[in-house]
């Protein structure tokens, strides 16, 4: 069990669907509730000490934390992916983590805001995999969700270089995603 911190930050993301062809609310994704669950995923992570510690935010003093999302379609995730990253295909999710990408040198901190980054997640894929189950996630918006505690997570500097910090991503992502149910209930 970890312990909880309950030192209260602001949370503020910006959630912006791209993608003008694909109906969120036919999807039952009301962009307002999901930028509030973004913001209760995000406290959750930052409501647990160890996983703090093992974050790019540790031993960091902020009062504001903040990032963007957006919400595209699998061709502009595949132009972002074969220009950042070189990889010729679409993929789910793809995160610019401004903060802990930075050399410890250059973590800046202004004004007590920490500025996380961004994740773009492609609503094509997440819509497939919701589909073939590839992540075992039930609902297309089960997915979307797995997907934005996903990109969180890099955001927070987690990586997966194998199988088993994968498996740790994962099951932390469930942990974020499940904080959501207890808030509901």
């Known amino acids: 069990m970890q312990k909880k ?3 209260k930050k602001e949370i503020n993301v910006f959630i912006e669907n791209i993608y003008d062809d ?3 609310d036919e999807k039952g994704i009301v962009l307002s509730d999901m930028i509030n669950d973004a913001v209760l995923m995000t406290e959750y992570f930052l409501s647990q ?3 703090v510690k093992n974050s790019c ?3 960091c003093e902020f009062k504001k934390l903040y990032f963007d999302v957006v919400l595209t379609n699998d061709e502009k995730i595949h132009e972002i992916n074969l220009e950042y990253r070189q990889k010729d295909c679409a993929t789910d999710v793809i995160t610019f983590a401004i903060f802990a990408d930075s050399p410890e040198d250059e973590k ?11 994740l773009i997640i492609s609503l094509d894929t997440a819509l497939k ?3 073939d ?3 075992h996630q039930t609902t297309f918006k089960d997915e979307l969700y797995f997907l934005l ?7 927070m500097g987690y990586d997966h270089q194998d199988e088993n910090t994968l498996n740790e991503m994962w099951q932390l992502q469930k942990e974020m995603t499940d904080s959501l149910k207890k808030v509901e209930s």
């Open 108 to 118: 800046f901190v202004f004004d007590n805001e920490v500025n996380l980054g961004e």
């Open 57 to 59: 935010l540790n031993n």
């Open 133 to 135: 189950n590839s992540h």
């Open 149 to 155: 505690a996903h990109g969180i997570l890099h955001l």
């Open 5 to 7: 911190t309950m030192t």
């Open 22 to 24: 694909f109906n969120l």
């Open 129 to 131: 995999q919701s589909k």
């Open 49 to 51: 000490d160890l996983n």
